[in-house]
């Protein structure tokens, strides 16, 4: 079982969009694919339509009183589950830093399950916390989508100091730019500085209308406009994440 957390250090980069559809791309592959929605704002979650069956259920997944297996959902889509997200995601940090060896958890509950999937995709909430560490530490690789921009760059660099200084693996970090509109030079200058540097993969997702229509349709991408480019560029980073992360 391949693990893949979404991860930034900011928001509104991408970060679910991608783990949609990345996701879903898995599982049409035939890969046997889960989401762990570990968001509170439980936006993978709605683009699957999916909602937390028993009250509190994040917590509960946490401290051990609910097996990851029991909330584990069937999507619309073969080979695609998901364990919703909700509210009390929220309080992650404070019942990871009351446990003992709290950097093993997210290691020690999808272990529960590694016989079960190919792949499973983590979308993280945003920041660096106890619940980071932990993810950082359980997963096999942490795919960061930037917009190649100043401060989205500045949030990368700082990701990266943060596991050079802690001593964190810096090999599990793999990049690709997101939101990348063409018509700003900024862009442009952004990303072929840092192709430079391996941690990136050279496909990237445009900023287009298509990628946003997925909150009005409430599904991956490639279900309602499979021939737009924005669908051809996730599956070229699909492609290239199977290549250096799956294979």
Known sequence: MVTIALYNLKGGVGKTAATINLAYLSAKQGYKTLIWDLDPQGSSSFYLGATANIKNEAK???????????AIQPSAYENLDIIPADLSARHADILLNEMKQSKKKISAI??????????????????????????????????????PTTLSIRS????????????????????????????????????NEFYKDKLFFKSYIPYLSDVEKMGVHESPLETFAASSYASQCYKDLWKEIKQRCIN
């Open 60 to 70: 509960k997944i946490l401290t051990g009183e609910m097996d990851l297996a029991t």
């Open 110 to 147: 999808l272990s529960t399950i590694k016989n079960e999937y190919d792949i499973v995709f983590l979308d993280c909430p945003p920041g660096i916390s106890v619940l980071h560490d932990a993810v950082f530490a359980g997963v096999d690789w942490i795919l960061m989508p930037n917009i």
């Open 156 to 191: 990368f660099e700082s990701v990266l100091n943060y596991f050079k200084e802690n001593d964190l693996d810096t090999s599990k970090l793999k990049c690709f730019f997101s939101m990348v509109d063409h018509r700003k030079n900024l862009h442009h200058e952004v990303i």
